[in-house]
């Protein structure tokens, strides 16, 4: 059976104030019934992870330690309370040139300090309307997951490009049928045990309207939500249409 899992990703968004949200998530659910994790700016990493939440970061650095200015190791990350990390964002393979092979490094550096790598993947709507879109979540598959991942140390976030931050929502078949692909390759590559293990979560545009639906699709073990994770108001109800599911 796998723990459903709630994650949130603040992206570049929140100041010290913005904690109060999660006092307020917290009140609102004392005692959840499912993993919830949120991802704020790595400022606000230490602060929050003083709170009940599993805390997880955006982004990391391949190496331990060293000459790299502006960056942040998975150690560093782990030190400050963090039990995940985010790799290979779609907004971090654009805005930074990041390809399947950094992503791997960066999993792989993060597995190593004891965090949980949540790989992200996803086709542009371009490589959609051309009906790559299993053929680019496979190569991406391949390509970002190191070959030591288990149900405990990987998770894997299947986000279209065009659903971010734009209220566009795949249909629930097409939603199903990307996450029993990943599933499927999953289980070739890593055997049953690991390849049922692990959580394989939907993100782009989930909102409080549309969480339950999504959640009712096979093989979705929960949402890697962006915007609607930014307000306890909003990401509440999609804790609870998890737990309901
Ligand atoms: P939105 O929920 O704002 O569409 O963002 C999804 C996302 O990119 C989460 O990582």
């Given amino acids: ?76 990350l782990r030190d400050s309370g963090a039990e995940a ?7 971090r393979r654009e805005d930074h040139g990041e390809h399947s ?22 086709e542009s709507l371009v490589q959609r309307e051309a009906q790559n879109t299993l053929d680019i979540i496979g190569g991406q598959l391949a390509g970002s997951i190191p070959d030591n991942a288990t149900a405990e140390n990987l998770v894997v976030a299947y986000e279209p490009i065009w659903a971010i931050g734009t209220g566009l929502v795949p249909s629930l ?33 989930v909102k409080p309207d549309n969480a339950s639906e999504i959640f009712s699709v096979p093989n979705v073990d929960g949402a890697l939500v962006g915007g609607a994770s930014l307000k306890a108001a909003d990401f509440s109800p999609i804790i609870s249409a998890l737990e309901t599911s």
């Avoid at 990390?85 to 907004?91: C, D, N, P, Q, R």
Wanted: aromatic share 4%.
């Fill in 85 to 91: 990390v985010i790799v290979g964002h779609s907004e």
């Fill in 1 to 76: 059976m796998r723990r459903k899992l709630a994650a949130g990703n603040w992206k570049m968004n929140g100041l010290k104030s913005q904690l109060a949200e999660l006092e307020a998530l917290a009140k609102a659910h004392p005692a959840p019934s499912v993993d919830v994790l949120l991802c704020p700016p790595v400022t606000l990493l230490a602060a929050a992870a003083q709170g009940p939440f599993c805390i997880g970061a955006q982004d990391c650095h391949p190496n331990d330690a060293g000459a790299h200015t502006g960056d942040i190791s998975a150690q560093m």
């Fill in 173 to 205: 078949a097409q939603i199903g049928e990307v996450h029993d692909f990943i599933r499927a390759r999953l289980e070739r590559r890593f055997g049953a045990g690991v390849g049922r293990g692990v959580r394989v979560l939907y993100g782009g545009s």
């Fill in 101 to 122: 092979d950094i992503v791997r490094a960066k999993a792989r550096a993060a597995q190593a300090v004891g965090l949980t790598a949540i790989v992200c993947m996803g």
